[in-house]
């Protein structure tokens, strides 16, 4: 659906700086481009000119014998040689611009990439109509229902219309989320926790108008609606965007001795015992970069040289490894001190954990919150073999006949800010739950992200045994 930017010859949308803007005017026209590049002889970049600035420019009465270069961007986004088609349209996305300078190592301009160019809009176009037949559902539908639909389209929304398609609300997977936090029934209609009145975008919109909807809103869908309100497609960002990796990197925590599950890891790190015909890391590897997540470090202590000898720097498993070894036991959080600073948000998962959970809906949901730390949690229930008498002093109120209870227990999987890595201490031994503690005490905001998907903890033997047989049935 992408292809490279041959339609752009660099002689026509290359001005000099000085030339005025009613020369630029003129130039842009010929160009069809949207956009001119200001350079020297040499095709030194001096500047970027756009259709915006110079309608500025006539809205300010500027006077068009001025040189251009007095109203264009003197420092505009740049790549550099090899840029894939992919990588340059998540920059356009990252920055929201539509046209990117491609420099060589000299700083000279080499070519000239446009959006347009990028993405084949009617192939796109086709795609979200297609769509709909998986994302449309009716208002009533329980949410259970919906939960499976949601699971089935991968879309991480779904459109919710009234018979004659006309659009009724937006239902994402951080409303389900938050619907099981707040333990709302599986079959109440899932039209009580959609958006009602979602952002949308008007029949015959530009991709790029509905790109710069998306970025403007800091959303990820958007239904398409005609002027009666009628559904007639449903965008992604990655359908115009180009995203289709998470901007995640990953942290597996691998030390561990596995003690409660010898003498299987006498020889062994639990982090390597076969489930199937792989090792348990493997497949959490694996689930990585099925997310698209493809940087990943491994902090290691106990026979760190089983791990690395399988795994080496990654590239046999289609991922970038990196590792931290850990002296000696630093606790759930102490490791990640081991590795660089992240710059962006981050994945922590426990080297025993497997799982089916979508990361990129984490991430999602951890940015709608505006968290330090999101952490992943599992709904677990206890049976009470007895019955419940609740009083208010001496006086019986209500009497519960072996009441179920229902509690959220910690997943081992987090997403965290480069801000919460901080105030992790160097060189001694700290857990997770510490450095929670540690954020609530200052206000920050620690969210919980329901996991609904396959989870499992191989924490005792019984455990292990089940990962086996789910390997087996395929659950894996």
């Not at 251009?68 to 920055?95: D, F, H, K, Q, W």
């Not at 959609?194 to 990820?220: V, Y």
């Not at 201490?425 to 620690?446: K, N, S």
Request: contains cysteine; glycine residues 8%.
């Amino acid at each position: 659906m992408s292809k490279q930017n041959e339609a752009t010859p660099l002689d026509r949308v290359i001005i000099a700086p000085e030339a005025t803007i009613a020369e630029a005017i003129e130039r842009l026209d010929e160009a069809g481009t949207g956009a001119l590049l200001l350079c020297s002889p040499a095709r030194k970049l001096r500047g970027l000119l756009t259709d915006g600035d110079i309608r500025r420019a006539v809205l300010q009465s500027k006077p068009f014998e001025l040189p251009c270069s007095t109203i264009a961007t003197r420092t505009p986004i740049v790549t550099s040689v090899g840029i894939t088609p992919a990588e340059a349209l998540r920059m356009m996305n990252r920055y929201d611009i539509n046209h990117l300078p491609v420099l060589n190592s000299e700083g000279l301009v080499v070519d000239f990439l446009l959006r347009k160019n990028l993405v084949v809009e009617e192939e796109v176009a086709a795609d979200t109509r297609r769509r709909l037949e998986h994302v449309l559902v009716a208002s009533q539908t329980p949410i259970g229902e919906a939960i499976a639909r949601l699971d089935k389209a991968g879309t991480g929304a779904l459109v919710l219309c009234s018979q004659d398609r006309r659009l009724e609300g937006i239902l994402t997977d951080g409303d389900i989320r938050r619907a099981i936090l707040h333990h709302i029934s599986f079959d109440t209609p899932c039209l009580s926790i959609a958006s009602r009145n979602p952002i949308t975008a008007s029949h015959g919109m530009s991709q790029d108008e509905i790109l710069h909807l998306m970025n403007q809103h800091d959303i990820h869908h958007v239904p398409v609606i005609d002027a009666n309100g009628i559904v007639t497609a449903f965008y992604l960002r990655k359908d115009i965007s180009g995203e289709d990796e998470v901007t995640l990197p990953a942290v597996v925590m691998a030390g561990g001795y596995g003690k409660r599950l010898l003498p299987l890891t006498e020889q062994v790190p639990k982090p390597m015992l076969p489930v199937g015909d792989k090792p348990l890391l493997e497949l959490t590897i694996e689930q990585l970069r099925r997310s698209g997540i493809r940087e990943v470090n491994l902090t290691t202590h106990y026979l760190p040289e089983n791990i690395i000898d399988h795994f080496g720097d990654g590239e046999a498993f289609g991922v970038k490894l990196n590792y931290s070894r850990e002296d000696h036991p630093l606790g759930t959080a102490g490791g990640l001190r081991l590795m660089k600073r992240p710059e962006r948000p981050f994945l922590v998962i426990n080297g025993d954990i497997l799982t089916g959970v979508p990361f990129q809906n984490m991430l999602a949901f951890h940015r709608e919150h505006d968290a330090q730390i999101t952490v992943g949690v599992r709904k677990y229930e206890v049976q009470v073999p007895f019955g419940v008498v609740e009083s208010d002093d001496v006086r019986v109120t209500e009497l519960k006949e072996k009441p179920s209870l229902t509690f959220f227990i910690n997943a081992g999987i987090y997403i965290l800010e480069p801000t919460a890595y901080d105030r992790i201490p160097e060189g001694r031994r700290f857990d997770m739950t510490e450095l929670i503690h540690t954020l609530l005490q200052e206000g920050q905001t620690v969210v919980s992200f329901p996991i609904v998907e396959y989870w499992l903890d191989i924490g005792q033997p019984a455990d292990y045994q089940k990962a086996q047989d789910d390997y087996k049935t395929g659950k894996i």
